[in-house]
């Protein structure tokens, strides 16, 4: 099946829409330009509206572009039918034929194509025992669990060999243990069948676990595309660094850079900075800080007020108050550290490189 596997490139593309409610028109997505490698596993990522289940539409051909062109393997797609894009999807609701067991649901695909029947069996247990459904081909879809159900979709879209396989959501109506085992399994699947994927969701631990990049969507634009440390701890703006995690947002002004480092001063604090980039001494700046980057402390250069203190188990969970900022803090392993209650006075402490830089928005 690697040697199946191909890129997709889009171009320009834009999908175009009518307001119900006004009447008027309005771009779904716009403008977005991205590569994906054969063999890749990139992940659609943003809030509901954002234009990701859009995109994942037009590559399968279920919408036509109005703007731009998908390519496949080098070539262009959009006059083609579903049927030959060399594309597969695996559904959020899995779309699984009732009345067939397994077996037959998972070589329904392979039985349009008129294959023999030898080389069919061999590519259904094939496949079956890649997705870890070896020996329940006689059992009735309506006898499976969600997570089993789910294995079943994911071995019909595989057992045709396609090109590129693509996921609508395909976790959301599992619960919260089974969709983090089952994200683990399409990504050992994904990896072992060699095949690009293309994934949408909403949940961004989600697209964190499973991806080689990242595309983040935002009112329709491709926001930032990139691997997953580096839309964690580069985030291109705040949106990003919002939706990815949790994020503190300190504001304050550069007061001045040597190089790459600088100097910004938040409530009053001179706060030494790494990887200002292009910022500009004298620009109003937002520093990015992670909960799990920042540390209480006796003494440090920002002081603070506790206002919540909360035992997690594996971390305590502050907020504190600088100034107009509140802090949220995750401090891991607590066991054996001092515990700042409600009131106390201390101080944020983090590392120069534990800061990101952005300019200020607004």
């Known amino acids: 099946m690697s040697d199946q596997k191909k890129g997709v490139r ?8 009518k307001d119900p409610k006004t ?10 330009n991205i590569e994906i490698e054969p063999g890749e596993f990139v992940t659609l990522l943003g809030p509901s509206g954002c234009g990701k289940t859009t995109i994942l539409r037009m590559i399968a051909g279920f919408e036509s572009p109005d703007e731009g062109e998908v390519y496949i393997g080098g070539e262009p797609v959009n006059e083609l039918t579903p049927n030959k894009r060399d594309t597969a999807m695996v559904f959020q609701s899995y779309a699984l034929l009732p009345h067939y067991n397994i077996y037959d649901n998972v ?10 029947k030898a080389t069919m069996d061999e590519k259904v247990k094939s496949i079956l025992k890649l997705v870890g459904l070896e020996g329940m081909e006689d059992r009735m879809t309506n006898q499976l669990s969600g997570g089993q159900q789910q294995r079943v979709a994911l071995a019909r879209a595989l057992v ?11 976790l959301s109506n599992l619960d919260a243990k089974l969709r983090v085992d ?6 050992r699947i994904q990896q072992e069948a060699g095949i690009t994927a293309i994934y949408v969701t909403h949940d961004q631990s989600e697209a964190m676990a499973i991806s080689d990049r990242i595309i983040v969507m935002k009112k329709g634009l491709v926001d930032q595309v990139a691997d997953p440390k580096t839309i964690y701890y580069h985030p291109v703006d705040e949106f990003v660094a919002d939706f990815i995690g949790e994020a503190n947002f300190l504001h304050g002004t550069l007061a001045g850079k040597s190089g790459d480092e600088g100097v910004a001063l938040v409530e009053g604090q001179e ?11 004298g620009s ?12 209480l402390a006796d003494e440090g250069k920002l002081p603070c007020e506790v206002v919540l203190s909360r035992f997690m188990g594996h971390y ?15 401090e891991f392993n607590p066991k054996n550290k001092h515990e700042y209650q409600v009131g106390d006075h201390a101080f944020v402490r983090f590392e120069k490189d534990d800061l990101h830089a952005l300019a200020q928005e607004g």
């Open 182 to 187: 089952m994200r683990t399994e399409i990504r």
């Open 107 to 116: 070589a329904y695909g392979l039985k349009l194509r008129k294959m023999d």
């Open 160 to 170: 045709i060999e396609p090109g590129v396989l693509l996921f609508d959501e395909p």
């Open 271 to 281: 706060i030494e900075v790494a990887g200002v980039g292009d910022l500009e001494a």
């Open 10 to 17: 889009l171009e320009h593309l834009s999908k175009i829409y």
């Open 316 to 330: 305590q969970n502050y907020h504190v108050r600088c100034g107009d900022h509140v802090v949220k803090i995750t």
């Open 23 to 32: 009447g008027k028109d309005f771009y779904a997505v716009h403008d977005a």
């Open 284 to 295: 109003k700046v937002t520093l990015v800080l992670r909960p799990e980057a920042a540390h």
